[in-house]
């Protein structure tokens, strides 16, 4: 039975699927057998007349990971916005189990499970019913929160670590996301830090130009630089 962490976003757009796919990246890198799972994809992308999860398809050009997209994301929907509401409009029924017993087939296979939640905390998967945070104790797994480093992230993010903490939710620490070196950011992690008494992880740099041919390079070169495999099997 392998180890699982939940990495969870204090918004949407934070960078979960990148930093994902850093802790997916360092853990192979580092000899450990991993995989990431992304239970809920709104968005998917047409890829061969089919519908896939882009979260999924770069974790697999960062990772290498061969693992069959549909084992690593059981409900790819192709409305852009909640979950909750894309399967109502393409008449999904969402089933919490298909979900759960996903993450455990990963995790009787790898050493490492990386689950990775679709927006924030309070995210609606089945409206009214399920929610991120029910997902979250249903796998029985510890969180990891990414935060942005600019404007605004210390609000949300100590209202996601109050609110977790509300829900019993076990927090193993913060990665920040989209650092660009600036003074005030530099204040905000220490703030964070201050306020809600957890580790920061790891500090990763924010990457331009998605389509540069180099980027996945660029991303992995990032992901050496900032990510300590001894700081990310603590989380675990």
Do not use: W
């Not at 974790?59 to 997209?69: P, R, Y």
């Not at 979250?136 to 993010?157: E, F, S, Y």
Request: hydrophobic fraction near 35%; include cysteine.
């Amino acid at each position: 039975m392998s180890k699982g962490i939940f990495v969870l976003g204090t918004d949407t757009d934070v960078g979960k699927t990148f930093i994902t796919a850093g802790l997916t990246y360092t853990l192979r890198k580092n000899n450990y057998h991993s995989c990431s799972y992304k239970c809920v994809q709104s968005g998917g992308i047409l890829k061969n007349n089919q519908l896939i999860s882009g979260d999924v398809a770069f974790i697999k050009k960062v990772t290498d990971i061969k693992e069959d997209d549909h084992a690593m994301n059981p409900y790819c929907l192709k409305t852009e916005v909640s979950p909750h509401i894309a399967a109502e409009i393409e008449k999904v029924e969402i089933k919490k189990e298909k979900m759960i017993e996903g993450y455990k087939k990963l995790q009787n296979k790898y050493d490492f499970v990386m689950a990775e939640g679709s927006g924030g905390l309070v995210v609606p998967i089945i409206r009214d019913k399920y929610y991120m945070y029910d997902l979250i104790k249903d796998l029985q797994i510890p969180v990891v929160i990414v935060a942005r480093a600019g404007v605004g992230t210390i609000n949300h993010t100590v209202l996601t670590v109050e609110y977790a903490r509300s829900k019993n939710i076990d927090i193993k620490g913060i990665i920040i996301n989209g650092y660009t070196g600036s003074f005030y950011e530099d204040d905000n992690i220490e703030v964070i830090k201050s306020i809600t008494g957890l580790d920061i992880i790891a500090v990763v740099h924010k990457i331009e130009k998605k389509n540069d041919e180099n980027f996945i390079d660029k991303v992995k070169k990032e992901f050496d630089s900032s990510m300590k495999i001894e700081n990310i099997l603590k989380i675990f």
